[in-house]
């Protein structure tokens, strides 16, 4: 039975982290227990390679939720990262820190805006836009706006036309307003997580990682967790903590399949209640968008990447210099804006991409090419929704799918948004710099429907943008979430929850940057409770 201090659970943005700092002293054995396999998939570190890595089982979940009232009754694929990296190997590389305002509301003791600032600028290397580098942190963090496609320029010279801030970072001081992404690659290749944090740890001798391994349920001594039990039968036993970091859906899983959860849905599977916590599995939070696509007068990267031969001078071009079109993200421009009425803080989140993709006929995305003729994509995602869904296991099995249920648009805030970011759409696209390039729409788009035809296409063709958050939240209470504010689980000892499941509430942007933070901020709360 292999004994370790630390035992994590879930090798993917936050697990690594710890890894890595957890070891770093030398002073105690780390495992890191991961479902899935290597990250070497040439797609993965390919940063356009998400496109390919979207729908592959062999490193992918590909996760489907339940039949969804808000989203005309379908069930939406749920794409997430099942190898080492977790979703940071498979995502679209964006990098966003967050608003100042998402942290405020987290209003939990520690996880104030300075101390999360604090975090970023430990955990980033930043490299601008004429390749000079700022900050010293594992995890590199690139500014391409100079490697952009040219379409660029008339987005941001829409967003003046609207009298819309432009942001030179929406990781600097001045993060709202339109804006090129910044993306975690590092000398054009993706830098994900296990890149970054997992690799230096693995040259460690105290550190150990088990990878292809399902963890069946976690082992007890009273009610201090002490281990788990693999899917194969092998038991490990941890002297210090269990740490569970297998995102917002793996973490409910393995914390129901131990008895940790809605007492009720528990003994329907059989399952003896140890904890009864119905918000273990509740709160879930995500990003819901919607892609407008329109032909363009001005070639785009369709130009450039649909035929086989433009596939092919692009790879010569990354072979040789590590840079062109498949060293970059296709998530190229966006923003943080105000498209509600009044002045509250940025409510809307864009998208600008230089290229149009085909979609399966069931919206599953199972294969992204781009169009065989000139395109881009305008999209928007309401930055924080307020319906909230739930997680569940469907059986006791480690192996049975799990129970999503997103309750998408739940309420009329969330509608509302809806209607003002598609009407925000409209108007950029109505001004002089993107009217001078495009040719015709694909498909609907705001200037065509009316307010209940915007909300009937959004539930037809909206979706996640594959952001969940919240099912074990950080809270002051177990009647309120599943770990207190050192991410400690209520109600037992010895085990915490350290990975996006445990974000009180949803960030305005992208999930990623806020889980390595939460993940580096949680080895400090962990290392000093150790004293």
């Known amino acids: 039975m292999p004994d370790y201090d630390f035992i994590i659970i879930g090798a993917g943005s936050a697990g690594c982290v710890l890894a890595d700092r957890l070891s770093r002293s030398g002073k105690y054995q780390v495992a890191i227990v991961e479902a899935g396999g290597s990250d070497s998939h040439p797609y993965i570190k390919l940063p356009i390679g998400y496109g390919r890595t979207f729908f592959n089982p062999k490193i992918n979940w590909k996760f489907t939720a339940q039949p969804d009232a808000g989203l005309a009754g379908r069930a939406a694929y749920w794409p997430r990262g099942k190898v080492l990296g977790g979703s940071s190997s498979i995502n679209a590389l964006v990098y966003c820190r967050g608003l100042k305002h998402d942290f405020e509301d987290w209003a939990m003791p520690g996880w104030d805006w300075p101390a999360i600032q604090t975090a970023y600028r430990e955990i980033e290397t930043r490299i601008a836009p004429d390749g000079t580098q700022s900050g010293t942190g594992p995890l590199h963090v690139t500014n391409v706006a100079r490697r952009a496609h040219p379409i660029k320029e008339n987005y941001l010279a829409a967003g003046r036309a609207l009298g819309l801030p432009i ?197 599953r995305r199972e294969i992204i090419n781009p169009d065989p003729f000139a395109g881009f994509l305008i999209s928007f995602q309401p930055c924080r929704p307020q319906s909230r869904g739930r997680v569940d296991i469907s059986a006791p099995a480690p192996e049975a799918p799990p129970l999503i249920n997103p309750n998408s648009l739940a309420t009329d805030h969330d509608r509302a948004e809806v209607l003002a970011g598609a009407r925000l759409v409209q108007r950029l696209m109505a001004t002089a710099p993107l009217q001078a390039i495009t040719k015709a729409p694909l498909g609907p788009t705001p200037d065509q429907l009316d307010d209940a035809a915007i909300l009937a296409d959004f539930a037809q063709r909206g979706g996640t943008v594959f952001h969940p958050v919240a099912t074990c939240r950080m809270a002051a209470n177990a009647e309120t979430g599943v770990t207190d504010a050192r991410l400690r689980l209520f109600g037992a000892t010895g085990l915490r929850v350290v990975d996006a499941s445990s974000m009180p509430n949803l960030t305005s942007g992208n999930t990623n940057a806020p889980t390595i933070m939460l993940a580096w901020r949680a080895a400090d709360l962990i290392l000093a409770d150790q004293a």
Not at 302 to 325: D, E, F, S
Request: glycine share 12%; hydrophobic share 35%; net charge positive.
């Open 167 to 363: 942001s030179d970072s929406f990781n600097g001081d001045a993060p709202e307003g339109l804006g090129l992404y910044e993306i975690t690659t590092k000398s054009g290749m993706r830098h994900s997580a296990a890149a970054a944090f997992l690799r230096p740890a693995l040259k460690r001798p105290n550190v150990t990682l088990i990878k292809n391994q399902l963890v069946d349920t976690l082992t007890f001594t009273g009610a201090r967790a002490n281990g788990l039990k693999l899917a194969s039968g092998q038991t490990l036993t941890a002297r210090r903590e269990v740490i569970l970091s297998a995102g917002a859906i793996g973490s409910v899983q393995i914390l129901q399949r131990a008895g940790i959860g809605p007492g009720a849905t528990l003994q329907k599977l059989g399952i003896q209640t140890r904890i009864d916590n119905s918000n273990v599995g509740g709160n879930l939070q995500d990003h819901l968008g919607i892609n407008y696509y329109y032909k363009s007068t001005v070639p785009t990267l369709n130009n450039r990447l649909a035929p086989w031969w433009g596939k092919a001078l692009c790879g010569v071009q990354y072979l040789a210099t590590r840079g062109g079109p498949l060293s970059l993200s296709v998530n190229q421009c966006g923003g943080f804006v105000r498209a509600m009425p009044g002045s509250g803080p940025a409510d809307t989140q864009l998208y600008f991409n230089p290229a149009t993709y085909t979609t399966a006929p069931d919206g």
